[in-house]
């Protein structure tokens, strides 16, 4: 999901606005998340250490180098954990079959 990966702790009392201290994509990975801290993150990037929920990137304001965040958010929320989709034991791909970049 693309948005603002933090921590729910930060998020108890609004309106809040959190410092961007990084940017995360697919394939990369963040340094840890402080108080006070927001990572931008897109889709597939792994959660930074200390973030524990993501809000959503059409749920925020950015101005600058700062987010406002304008509702509470959850630990857990909008994560999506890996493997999280495949049920344990199950056939992810017959054998033989090539890999596209949407599989």
Do not use: H
Not at 48 to 53: I, L, M, T, V, Y
């Amino acid at each position: 999901m693309d948005g603002y990966a933090l921590r729910s702790e930060d998020v108890k009392y609004l309106p809040v606005t959190l410092y961007i201290s990084q940017r995360i994509i697919a394939g990369s990975v963040g340094t840890r998340l402080e108080s006070g801290e927001a990572a931008r993150i897109f889709t597939g990037a792994p959660l930074p250490e200390g973030a524990d929920c993501v809000a959503m990137q059409e749920n925020c304001r950015v101005t600058g180098n700062r987010v406002e965040i304008p509702k509470t958010a959850n630990s857990g929320e909008n994560l999506r954990l890996m493997g999280e989709d495949i049920t344990k034991g199950s056939i992810m791909l017959e054998s033989g079959v090539r890999l596209t970049p949407q599989d």
